[in-house]
């Protein structure tokens, strides 16, 4: 079976950090476009981040500078490091793989095969 399970939720303080992270098991992740979405309540699924299958990098403008994707050295995982959160970026955190190639298909989410169930994130004091 097919699955991706996302880690590393949890709450807490503004200015504080967490790593998410995005594990695969039944297909390799390092075949696949990643992308990390968050929803928060009352609001549509947008895109956090994405690696495409070819590396290429791209973030929503509101984590630019303080949230890093990376693929871990065994491209096993994938990583999501936030930095400098905020109350805004309070909301369940998911992460997804496509086969598309460029990083320029990744917000849209009707190119993702696989979604994870999600992982909360809280952010406040």
């Known amino acids: 079976q097919l699955q991706l399970v996302e880690s590393g939720g949890g709450l807490v303080q503004p200015g504080g950090s967490l790593r998410l992270s995005c594990a695969a098991s039944g297909f390799t992740l390092a075949d696949y476009a990643i992308g990390w979405f968050r929803q928060a309540p009352g609001k549509e699924r947008e895109v956090v981040s994405c690696i495409s299958r070819r590396s290429s990098i791209k973030y929503a403008d509101s984590v630019k500078g303080r949230f890093t994707i990376y693929r871990d050295n065994e491209k096993i995982m994938v990583h999501l490091q936030m930095n400098s959160l905020n109350p805004e970026d309070t909301a369940a955190y998911y992460c997804?793989?496509?086969?598309?190639?460029?990083?320029?298909?990744?917000?849209?989410?009707?190119?993702?095969?696989?979604w994870g169930q999600g992982t909360q994130v809280t952010v406040s004091s």
């Open positions: 997804a793989a496509g086969t598309f190639s460029m990083a320029s298909y990744c917000g849209q989410k009707n190119n993702y095969d696989y």
